[in-house]
Nanobody
Framework: QVQLVESGGGLVQAGGSLRLSCAAS????????MAWFRQAPGKEREFVAA???????YYTDSVKGRFTISRDSSRRTMFLQMNSLKPEDTAVYCC???????????????WGQGTQVTVSA
């Protein structure tokens, strides 16, 4: 089993920044692909960004140029730097890990519990 724990959410004004972290522990190795998803109230879960085990990155169109995904040298902690935040970015952000799938919607092997991001106008 792999455990994923997110941190770094909070309340920020529009135009501000937040940095989310996702720490992986348990029976993990560094070859997992990792991704961020978000779910706003009343909406379906949405793919946000992904980073492959070997460093390739992918973003949904609405966050390109504003969000940056990365992972540390151990490849067990992933980050999402969110700049120029908008009220429509408000959601619960969850991280996920998968041995095969890199980007896009759909199931993953492991999920975190999520962290709330609220952007006020």
């Amino acid at each position: 089993q792999v455990q994923l724990v997110e941190s770094g959410g909070g309340l920020v004004q529009a135009g501000g920044s937040l940095r989310l972290s996702c720490a992986a522990s348990g029976r993990t190795n560094s070859y997992y692909n990792m991704a961020w998803f978000r779910q706003a109230p009343g909406k379906e879960r949405e793919f946000v960004a992904a980073v492959s085990w070997n460093g390739y990155t992918y973003y949904t169109d609405s966050v390109k140029g504003r969000f940056t995904i990365s992972r540390d040298s151990s490849r067990r902690t992933m980050f999402l730097q969110m700049n120029s935040l908008k009220p429509e970015d408000t959601a619960v952000y969850c991280c996920a890990a998968d041995r095969s799938v890199v980007s896009g919607p759909g199931p993953r092997d492991y999920w975190g519990q999520g962290t709330q991001v609220t952007v006020s106008a």
